[in-house]
């Protein structure tokens, strides 16, 4: 997807393929496809239109810090540190903040350093 996202039209990258990921993210019992697919969002977020950035990304990140799989919980984080450009002040003292604190915390070493 990373070098399909910038050929895909509006329909297939905003609608489609928010769809798969959606499915991936939530539902897939492997927790590196997981991780994998929070880590491809990163990094095709900057080709996704301005309105599905703000209905997906928070959401998707959110989602991702609180799987049982470690490296998808760092995957959230640096989702959020590689997007952190398209959140309001507002996203990020009331969405963004409260997904984060906890993780301060996070039995995995790896996951508090992020």
Do not use: W
């Not at 997906?56 to 997007?83: E, M, N, Q, V, Y």
């Amino acid at each position: 997807m990373l070098l399909l996202a910038p050929k895909l039209s509006d329909g297939n990258l905003n609608v489609e393929l928010m769809k798969h990921f959606a499915r991936l993210q939530a539902k897939d019992e492997q927790g590196p496809i997981r991780c994998n697919t929070t880590v491809c969002l990163g990094k095709i977020s900057s080709y996704l239109n301005a309105s599905t950035r703000h209905r997906i990304l928070i959401s998707a990140f959110s989602r991702a810090t609180k799987d049982p799989f470690a490296p998808s919980r760092a995957a959230g984080i640096l989702g959020f540190a590689a997007t952190h450009s398209y959140y309001s002040v507002h996203d990020c003292a009331y969405k963004i903040l409260q997904v984060l604190c906890p993780l301060t915390v996070d039995p995995d070493k790896n996951v508090r350093d992020q």
